[in-house]
Structure formats: C-alpha cells, structure tokens
C-alpha cells in the first residue's frame, strides 16, 4: 500500500516504538551493579520532575540510590539514546542524498577526523569548555574539518557529486587514519588512552553533555525532518527532483551539513561508534517503506534503543569491567543485520 | 530583461549553443511552441535532442536569454514555480527504490504542497483521477520495482498528469515499448493534450509515430535544427537522406493522409546504398 494509507498505522507504530523507548530508558537506569527495581528507578526520576515532582511522588527515594540513579546512569543513559538517535538518523539521511545503502555519515570523514581530533586532544590535554571535554571538543573540530576538507576535495564548482565526495572520503579517511597511526607511534604511552577514546564509550556521561548535544541533536533532527519528501524525490535520481522543484544543490548542502554536524556533535561525545549508522536505518527500510517520512523519525528511535540496550550491555556484561559500546554494536548488530538481509530480497 | 510576450507562445528558444569539451552540442537553436500545440523532436543519435529538451526543462541551465517559458526568461522561475509550469518524462527511468506506484504518482503533486504541509484529500483525488486516466489505479500498490517497462512509463505518465503542467516534455517516452503500448501512450497523451490544452514537446525516434501524432517537427542535425514545420514539410526524401543519409520511400498514410515513411531496403534493391 502507498504511504498515505500506512500512514495512520505508521503513526500508531511510532508511538509505541517511543513508549518502548521510555521504559527502555527506565528500565535501564535501574540496570547496573547497585540493583535497584524499575518502580523505584521511575520514581526517582519522576521525582525529579520540575513543579510537580513532589506530587508525583509521595515518598521520595533519596540516598545513594538516587544519586546512582540521577547523577551517573541516567545521564548516560540518556546520552546513549542521544547518540544513537543521532548516528542513526544521519546514516539515513547520507544513505538517500548518496542513493547508496553503503553511506553513513562516517564515509565523508566524520569519524576518521573526529578520531584524529580526539588523539591531538588527548596526547596535548586541551582544556574543554561548556562542560565538554577537550577531547570531545577536539574531535568535534576534527570531524566537522574533515567533512570541509571532503566537501572542498570531492565537490565539482557548483553541482555536488555524490560519487566523487564518495571516493574523495575514502581517501581522506585513509589518510587521517594514517595520521593517527603517525600520532600514536611516537605517543605510545597514550595509545591505550586513544584505542579506547576510538572504540567509544558513554562512561564519562555527564549531564552537561547530555543537554548540549541534546540541543544541538534535536536541531538538526527538527529541520532535516521538513526535508523527508524532497529526500524522497532524490531517490528517483538528481534530474527528477529538479524537475518535480526540489532545489537539489541547496538540499543537499544543507542536509550534508546539517547530518554531519548531528554526527560529529555524537562522536564528539561517545567516540566512535560504528554501524548504528548503517544496520538502524536499512533494518527499518526493510520493515517498513523506503518513505523517509517513515525512515526518519523511526531510525531516530530506533537508533536510541539500539545504543541504550548495547550500552547497558556494554556495562554489564563483564561487569565492573566496561567493554567499549562499539564492539557490542558490532557484536549484536552484525548477525542481526545479515539474518534481515538474508530474509529479504527486496531491493535495498 | 527583454520580454517576448506573445500570447500564443509557450516556449521560446532564441541563439541556444552549447560547447563541451571543444565539441559543440548544439548551436544556435532557434524554435518557437505555440501554446496547445504538439510538437516533435526528430533527428538522428546524437544530433542534441535530449540536450535541447534538457536546456527547455532548465535541467541544464541556459544562458541569460536563451530559452523563455510564457515570454520570460526560464531562468528566472525557480523550483517549484517551474515544476507546476513544466513536467517532464525522462528517458528509460528506472526506480531502484521500493515505492508503490500510488507513492511515486503522488510524488507529482509535491510542487503544490508547501515545505510544512503534506498530501491532502485533493492531491489523493487528483492522483486517483490521472491513475484512472492512464490505466495506472489498478497497479498502485504494486512496487514500482516490479512493474513491466510499459506500466512503469504509465506510471510515470500519472505522475507527470497529477503534476498538473501546461507544458508536458517527453524524451523517447515509447521507445522501450511493443506497438500496442506506443500507440496506447501516444493516443492517451494526445488525447488528454486535446481535452485539457496543454502543449507537449517530445523527443521521439520513430519518425512515423511522429508524423501521426505531432503538428509540428523539428528536425535536428549535428546540433542545429536543420529544418522545421508540419510534418510533410520536415519529412521529404531530400531531407532524410541529408540528415539520416538514407534513402527512403514516402508515401500517403492510407488512414489519416500523413506522411509515412519506409526505408529502402538496399539488399532487396540489389545495389550497395552505403556511402
């Protein structure tokens, strides 16, 4: 059926997805070494509620529960649902500007430089502002300067060729990639410090960095959502959509820029976490309609469930010891991917 | 800005070239569409015809001056302005994307929905109507990736009606198609052209099917247009011969009067025609 009869039925879906969200969220923050029950988690958070949380709850739950709850994994939590809302949505956006199920916003250089951003932040201590840490602040430039650099390289004068800001991406990724190398052979006694930073973490979440990216994420999020039916005519080919009004070379400088600052705000405070970019949106593609008035907003909570489960995994599992998100990601997502790819023919 | 208002002009081409790469595409074209007419674009490969529609539908983007839509400059409408003046069908579209043909019919009213609306009953009314027209309502909610080359040129026919132009251009929109499907799509087009006025330029190799349907030919060689007007003016032996350089039998179109054109088959006249 076309969209515009789904769409009621997509509408009731998205509501779930996004209750499920919540109490994954919940859930969550009740999860971890000091085991606490969801109610009692709820209640704390909902006690934190501005003006009305004294009515909410009756009895509040103070103590080391609360702080554990309201001062170290809520806020982790949080940021792990920001990130992945974030990577995921980009990684579609990139997948239909590109036309190619191969693009996230990482093949444009967003993670190879926020990496090497990261590794310049950690080896000479830049100091952080606003609550961000120099590296995060540091990887943010280096992923946003990448992107410019790719932009600069792979763009042709006034129209925009995707093929060509493709491979000038990979070049650019190989050769930050490289310069990271560079950086850690003769700072070998931060190289474990940068292994880590590059596999991604939320283990320093704090509430500082939960606003900000969430201020930034949310922007960008709110307008590329206005752009889902031109991005659905950008599928049919740059000609099409030029011809049906979409102004394409403003779109698709706008939404490059606009998907890869919402990744490298991600990046800029989790490190680098592959993949959610690339599985979220195509598992959703494959369950759903190629409509981005659907992909969009999907992937977004999607993306946040994926991230907060694989984290709270991440935390858990091997407990006190933390395994980097990143590998969980990889782990879980992998063969999860290849069984939707292997039950579904239709074209990606 | 020079203003060539003529009421009855629809498309104007005035002095168009285009070089690349030291090779010149086209050269000084020179061309007039009256309003509700149906015009074809004839030539051999190669002779510039996609490009000269490329450079109408402002895909291309023409120089200062060159190509007028209504008596103005084409490039002073913008985006969706244009695209509710001008709709095109594209040569060999392909959709490598799982939309429903309703979804992607749809996609033709987006010049007439606002950046923060969305589709309305009116828009699902009016792309019901096209769909009916064009034989398309019972295939909508098939995926566009399974449909035969002849439905999916219907579908997108639908998309380009429910874009509700007054200018419709076509490149080779029946060349992928068996007989029954070329005469189907030029009858439909016709039609709709006669009942709701609007003007087509078409871009067409058969030059048969292009006698039949269009009031006008222009006929390209090597980039210029080599000659234009009704169809038995453009299509003569003489004219054929020095553009196609073949030689050919014309004789009377038994049903209509048109022109209609049979090569000559040089084995079968026992001499060697290749120059």
Redesign the interface.
Known sequence: ?????KKKRYRSIFILLTLLMLFIIIAGCSIGAANLTVGDALKIILQRVPYIGSILVKKPIAGSSESIIWKVRMPRVLLAGIVGAALAFSGTVYQGLF?NPMAESFVLGVSAGAALGGAVGIIFGIPGILGVGGTGLAAFLGALSAVFLVYQLGGTGGRVSMTRLLLAGIAVNFMLSAMISLLMIFNRQRMDNIIMWTMGSFSNATWDKVLLSAIAVSVGIGVIS??A?DL??M??GD??A??????IEKTKKLLLALSSFIAAIAVSVSGIIGFVGLIVPHAIRMAT???HRVVLPYSAVVGAIFLILSDTLARTLAGPMEIPVGIITALAGAPFFLYLLSKNR??? | MISRENPKTAIEVRGLSWQAEDIKILEGIGLEVSKNSFVGIIGPNGSGKTSLLRYISAWYKPQAETVFLYGGDILSRRGKELSREIAVIAQNMAIEFDFTAMDVVLMGRFPHISRFGSEGQEDIEKTKNVMELTGTWDLKDRLVTNLSGGELQRVMIARALAQETSILLMDEPISNLDISYQVEIMDLIKGYQQEKGLTVITVLHDLNIAAQYCERLILLNKGEVYCQGKPEKVLTKENIKAVYGIDVHIIENPSQGFPYIMPVFSIHEGKNNIE
């Open positions: 059926m076309a969209y515009i009869h036309k206005f752009f039916r659905n005519l599928l049919l000609e099409e030029k011809n049906l009004g979409v102004d309609d190629p409509d239709r074209a990606m």
